[in-house]
């Protein structure tokens, strides 16, 4: 099983970035879910889509703003972060699990981890 993040940068706020996480070794078998952990801070849970039937779910921080989507073909997951702001600095990891009825919401539930892709929000 890997993951691997990608499409982390500098951005000014309010722009705009797209993740990208690419599976490996396990096809459809895993819910995959983003996460992120700024500096001193826990990390945390920020979106996830349920591998069974592609509905999509958001951390209240980032709800309206993001929007996390798969191609299935690629075996790639996307999150797409507009409006960005400068609390959205972070590492960002994307992760995959069993999870819960399908769906990653919580980092306890990762069983794979990416290698983090960074994102810094500032003027």
């Known amino acids: 099983v890997q993951l691997q993040a990608s499409g982390g940068g500098l951005v000014q706020p309010g722009g705009s970035l797209r993740l990208s996480c690419a599976a490996s070794?396990?096809?459809?078998?895993?819910?995959i879910g983003w996460f992120r952990q700024a500096p001193g801070k826990e990390r945390e849970w920020v979106s996830c889509?349920?591998?069974?039937?592609?509905?999509?779910y958001y951390g209240d921080s980032v709800k309206g703003r993001f929007t996390i989507s798969r191609d299935n073909a690629k075996n790639t997951v996307y999150l797409q972060m507009n409006s960005l702001k400068p609390e959205d600095t972070a590492v960002y990891y994307c992760g995959a699990g069993l999870g819960i009825a399908g769906l990653l919401l919580h980092p306890s539930q990762v069983g794979y981890w990416g290698q983090g892709t960074q994102v810094t929000v500032s003027s």
């Open positions: 070794g396990f096809k459809n078998r895993y819910a």
């Open positions: 889509i349920s591998k069974s039937d592609g509905s999509t």
